[in-house]
């Protein structure tokens, strides 16, 4: 039947139909999955979210954050500064932060590190942390890649792994063929590029070599390789297979390779007469000037309200110093839930930081009362945000601790800010949260 | 000898390998086809099992030229870099009279991991070049084979050949390495270039503190760290060829199993191995 029929009859039966209704199909869902993956592809995060909350909310808290810029152009610096602190109550399932790296969490590396301090001391290589202790940092970048990213300072913890500080996006214009790192040794070498120094050595040396293996497996290969020597071997006609001229050969690339080999590294010796092994050793950093703990603060009961999305806290806080002090802000997890009726805490968050970090509906204090001198009294904060769940943090119910960690900012009569840790339990409830208080 | 007269299959009776074999000039050009098919399949496998075994054993010495210290470094790479030449050279030395085992070993090696490290490192991670490149085992491999061929006995390979191709690991790759080690000030301290390569393109998963590097009291050996480490990995390649040229041995038998479900398939018992 088909043999008669024309192309139009084959695509209008009813198969053809079908398959072509199957391929538009095809071809419209491909073309979603390119778009999603398009969309995917220029958000350019890369997992921060997915740590686990006990990650984020109890091991470092950082704050201070400033980006100096947000649209660069390739070679241009971005600098990064702001405080960490190690916190006092750090998971008892992570080693605590003996040995850390400062560096950037980004999507590879498009950003160069050009330098990095902590407490204006140079941090080439790994240091140790105090918890309970804080910290200032510096990291000055420079744009290799264009594109857009998210950019964190990040401190990778040895037994904890990388833990990221807030991220702000950067936009990053031009080709990276502009990028150059020219650097300066101390035997006055100039290293025009540190991104493809020593590659020309490197590809030269690799390519004489290949093509060395090359000739060498090709002198076996132009002759019959497998089932004739097999054969031949098996009718004890060895003799055959390896000849003088393989003997010859082999003797020349034996001698050859190690003439060769030690003629290279007896130029690299003579062009290079000083070097220095890697160096392995750890940046020695003190924490901060420790201040005096201005508030004591004692967690009388702490609820995560699953469908409210919502922490509600009980504290009783009491004030050690001799100012009037009042709550401003909750820090946790990279969050900041701000006290909207505190104007401290709200000229503290600059007009250029990253809004999708700062809840909108901010901290609400019950009774948001100061806090004289000496005086200890109880407060209920209610930091209810949607962005507990957006940034995966609901999943603290879920911790094989349930503990909760952040620092609570308070403020005097003059705009001084005066940091308390606060970390306790912390129980989930899957019905009204209120009725637990 | 020449290619015309091992691939036109008139001529291919003219080789003394040929006319040993007993090959017919049909049979000699099917032999040959399956040369090549061998070959390509081989070069493809092993590049695919050898990159998986090298990577997981000597991955980061071999990915960063901050991990290339004159301890851990020239140990840990040839040790891990002898096993499957010596297993490949068990095969094609006993069965062919093949010489080329170890080359081709790591030739696919290196391929696969320029390819890793031109798709993967540089342009899906944008690492520079000048982090990522690989070791060099060609060296060692062409003196291992040639060492084979010369003596045509393992032990002697494994006494002579794997020795060299544990010495020679490090003066090899020291013509591109040395440049990487000048010293360098940077922020008031001193460091090296491959140090400041590694500090300034970040790993945002593989911190400083994570590299083994030049740990332990080899360092005060009257700062010749490189050699001792280069001796000691040639003693371990001696041994650690000697277990991969069994290695090569135990999967080159054959071994007819019984089939227990030959019942159910039609096969009466004597069809069954």
Known sequence: MMKNSTPSDRTNSKPWSILIAGMKAATVALSLAAGVVGLASSAQAHGERNQEPFLRMRTLHWYDLKWSASKLKVNDELVVTGRVRAFEDWPNNLPHPMSVFLSTAGPGSVMAKKESYVNEMPVLQSFGMVNGREYEFKLVLQARYPGRYHIHPSLLVNGAGPLAGPGSWVEVSGSVDDFVYPLKTLTGETIPNLATYGMGTVLAWQGLWGFIALAWMLWWLRRPLLMPRHLALLRGREDLLITKADKVVAGVIAVGTIALVYGGAHWAEKKYPMTLPLQGGRAVVDPLPEAARSVDVKVVRAVYDVPGRSMRMTLELKNNSDNVLTVGEFTTANLRFVNKANSAAMAAVPADYPSDIVPRSGLVVEGDKPLAPGETARVTLDATDAIWELERLSALITDPDNRFGGLLFLYDDKGTRHISPVYGAIVPHFTDANSHF | ?273
């Open chain 2, 1 to 273: 000898m020449s290619m015309s007269s091992t691939t036109a299959g008139g001529a291919a009776a003219e080789d003394p390998v040929i006319a040993a074999a007993g090959l017919t000039p049909a049979g000699a050009k099917v032999s040959r086809n399956f040369d090549w098919v061998i070959v390509l399949i081989a070069l493809f496998l092993v590049t695919g099992a050898f990159h998986l075994h090298y990577m997981l054993l000597a991955g980061d010495w071999d990915f960063w030229v901050d991990w290339k210290d004159r301890q851990f470094w020239p140990t840990v790479a040839p040790a891990a870099a002898i096993c499957f030449p010596a297993a490949v050279q068990y095969f094609l030395w006993t069965f062919f009279r093949v010489p080329f085992g170890a080359t081709l070993c790591i030739v696919a090696l290196m391929l696969g991991e320029w390819i890793n490290r031109v798709l993967g490192f540089h342009l899906w991670a944008r690492f520079p070049y000048a982090l990522i490149w690989p070791s060099l085992l060609i060296p060692s491999a062409l003196f291992l084979d040639a060492v084979l061929l010369l003596t045509r006995n393992w032990l002697l390979t494994a006494i002579f050949g794997a020795w060299g191709f544990g010495l020679l690991f490090y003066p090899s790759n020291w013509v591109m390495l040395a440049a990487y080690h000048l010293p360098v000030e940077h922020m008031g301290q001193t460091t090296s270039v491959a140090d400041m390569v590694g500090y300034t393109f970040p790993r945002s998963a593989t911190p400083e503190y994570l590299r083994f590097i030049e740990r332990g009291t080899l360092r005060t050996f009257g700062g010749h760290s490189s050699a001792v480490s280069a001796f000691f990995s040639a003693f371990l390649c001696m041994v650690i060829y000697i277990g991969w040229w069994f290695m090569g041995w135990a999967f080159s038998k054959m071994i007819w199993v019984a089939n227990p479900l030959a019942s159910y398939m039609g096969l009466k018992n004597s069809q069954q191995s």
